[in-house]
Every structure is written in C-alpha cells, then in structure tokens.
C-alpha cells in the first residue's frame, strides 16, 4: 500500500514539470483500486462495512484537465492519506497480537529442544534458560504469550476496523448527499405507493361496499312501496337488505384490514404475524422475541412485507413448512422468513420482492434473500427502530431505553 502510495506521491511532485500530467490519473486508479480492496476484506473479516467515496473523475478530456479533477476529489486525498498511514497505525495493531503468538511458540515449541545450544546467556523474555527447571517455565511462559495474542487478536481486529473507517470512509458531505438522495428516492416511492393505496381503496369501495349500499338502499325503496299491499314481500325485502347490509360490513372490513389490519394496533406485530399465519395454509412456525411494541410505521412495513413473502412462498417456492422469527438486535427488527421450497428466487425475478424492497426503503430497512436451487430459502428483512417503552400488554419493558421516542428511518 506504501508502494501505491509512493506511486501518487511521485506523480505529484512531477506535475509541475508535466510528467506527473499523464501518470497521476493511472496512480489514482491503482490506489483505489487497492482501498476498495481494502474495504472489501474489512467487511469480510470483521462484518463493518466502510462507504466507498465517489468514483474517481473519468479520464477523458486533456490530461491537465483529468489531473486537476483528480486534485480536486476529496476521496483521492483520503485514500492517499490512508495508504501513508496505514503501514503505522494498522501495521501496529496487527503486529502486537500476531508477535505475542510467534514469540509464544518460540518459547513453547522451539527453546525446549535449542536450549541446551544457546550458551549460558539465554534469556526468553524475563527467563534465563540454563536448566530444565527454567526451560520448562519458559515453555509455560510461551504457552501465556500465545494464549494471550489468541485473545488481543480479535480486539486488534475490532480497533483495525474502526480506523478504516475513519480512514477509507466516505467524506461526510458525501454521505450527506446520498443521504438526501435516498431519501428523495423512498419519499417519492412513498408517495407513489400512498397514491396506489388510495386508488385501490377507492376501487375496492366502488366496487364493494358502495355498490351494495345502493343495492340496499334500492331494495329499501321498494320494501317500504310493498309495506301496505304485499307485507310478505317486503319481509322479503328486508331480510335480503339485511344479508346486503352484512356483506357490505364484511367488504369495509376486509378494507380496513387492508389498510392497516386492527390485530397489529391491538396486539403488536408478534400477535399480528401469527395471525397471517394461522391464515396460511402452509405449516407456518413463528417465533416472535420481542421485548416491547414497535413503532407504527415498523410495525406495518414489517406486518405487510411478512404477509407477501408469505404469499409467495405459498404460491411459487413449492414447500410445505415456513418459519418466520421476529426479534430486535443492536437497534434493530429482524424478520427471517425461511421456507423449505425448491430455492431459485431473485429479487428481481417478480413484482412481489421489489414491492417489499420497494415498502421497507420508507422506513430505512433493508432485504437479503439467499435462495440457492434446491432451497431452502431465506429472507431476512431489517429495519432500524427503537423498541418503545411498553410491552403488547400495556405494561413496561424489563430493560428499557433511556430514549422512549422511536427513531427509525423515515416515517
């Protein structure tokens, strides 16, 4: 990483001469290429995941033109200061448990063997090694100096992480920008969904509910014309404006569950996925670990997403047995739907994916889908939330934030 960096540094120091000129823009690409690496491992080894700045500028135009954008990218200054640093600061954390454990070998796998061939002044750290008394606690000491890299190791790991991140991460007016970007996209896929919404509840209300209300009220007008000259036909009447009445009832009901259902208002989302479950007719296992309520908007993005990976595995995976599990970690929800079909989904494969990526991205939330052929097939949807301070029951949390507003995402 030195070398990349040297690499820049050499160009720079050429520009003005005009060498650096055509050679800063490949030296740029070659340290970028060798930070994003190293953000990829930093990921992969330690599950932190570090922003990638914007690209670099394209390399078209004349070369002094392509070499004063590249001057002017906040995220090429960065990622030169990190590969100067990097060999110190990173070098140092892992080298302090990585030596603890060579020395400890040395001292438990190779001094008894050597010791009688090192003369009178061998010392194995604070140990002088001239009889086997002292051979052998230096082989213990080993032993200690080895369990202890073992143990710092993942620690150095942790600290390593954290200063890539500071390092390599994004600029804050980077992030700033994909922040309002994000959150442009997800308003505007909000307020598209909510026109939908409102189409299709005055769709249904149309076609449903209102056309019975008239259907009741007409046959009311004609039970009340027969009252004096055909009694039993208006008692005819009316018993069918009561059967009307009661099936308009059952549409607004079916609507209002639609929109947001009375079960997740009254009981949570806990008592509201078993409810879908019981509906489905898969074997459906849910196992809800939630410690408190939710708030509102978490709980219907979450309710609804469950109920169509539901109806997905129903209809397209082919298995017989699903398991949902609900439970808030590390500022949190995270739903797993997991069904044991015959695999092969992608997120882009149906309507039905990208409308629950579509309906979790208002609240910040995120889905992971791993469906390998064969099955089985696992979702996993998160959604940053608090969890509120009152329990499904009314009653308090065991262990409660100090913060008892929610703070998740975008409402």
């Given amino acids: 990483m030195s070398a990349a960096g040297a690499l820049v540094v050499g160009a720079l120091m050429l520009l003005p001469v005009g060498v650096g000129r055509p050679l800063l823009p490949g030296a740029a690409q070659a340290l970028r290429r060798l930070s994003d690496r190293y953000r990829s491992w930093t990921e992969l ?14 390399a078209d135009g004349p070369r002094s033109r392509r070499a004063v954008r590249i001057l002017g990218d906040d995220g090429f200054w960065r990622d030169l200061r990190w590969s100067w640093l990097e060999p110190w600061t990173g070098g140092l954390l892992v080298a302090v448990p990585l030596t603890l454990a060579v020395f400890g070998l040395f001292g438990a796998a190779v001094q008894p063997f050597v010791w009688p061939w090192l003369g009178p002044s061998n010392w194995y750290a604070f140990v002088l090694v001239d009889s086997t008394g002292s051979m052998l606690a230096a082989a213990v000491l080993g032993l200690l ?82 009252l004096d000259t055909d009694p039993g036909g208006a008692r005819a009447l009316l018993r069918e404006v009561r059967a009307g009445s009661a099936r ?22 806990g008592d509201a996925v078993r409810s879908l479950a019981l509906d489905s007719f898969l074997d459906v296992h849910v196992t809800a670990g939630l410690p408190g309520r939710l708030p509102a908007p978490v709980e219907t993005a979450a309710y609804f997403a469950v109920a169509e990976l539901l109806a997905n595995a129903a209809k397209h995976s082919g298995g017989r047995e699903v398991t949902v599990r609900l439970d808030h970690a590390d500022g949190a929800l995270r739903a797993v739907v997991t069904d044991d079909g015959h695999g092969g989904a992608r997120p882009d494969g149906g309507t039905g994916l990208r409308g629950v990526v579509r309906r979790l991205s208002t609240v910040d939330g995120t889905l992971a889908l791993h469906s390998p052929p064969g099955g089985p097939t696992t979702v996993t949807l998160e959604i940053p939330c608090e969890i509120l301070c009152e329990s499904p029951g009314g009653t308090p949390c065991a262990s409660s934030s100090p913060r008892t507003s929610s703070s998740c995402g975008t409402d």
């Fill in 45 to 58: 080894w330690t599950a932190t995941t570090i922003s990638p700045p914007e690209p670099l500028p394209p």
């Fill in 145 to 226: 100096f080895v369990a202890a890299g073992l143990r710092l190791a993942p620690t150095a790991l942790e600290l390593h992480a954290r200063w890539s991140r500071r390092a390599l991460a994004a600029p804050y007016t980077t992030e700033l920008e994909r922040r309002i970007e994000h959150l442009t996209d997800t308003r505007a896929e909000a307020l598209d969904a909510r026109a939908d919404e409102l189409r299709r509840i005055e769709r249904d209300l149309h076609d449903g509910a209102q056309a019975r209300l008239v259907a009741v009220g007409m046959a009311l007008d004609e039970a009340t014309r027969l």
């Fill in 248 to 269: 308009a009832l059952q549409d607004l009901r079916d609507l209002v569950h639609g929109i947001h259902p009375p079960i997740l208002t009254d009981r949570g989302l």
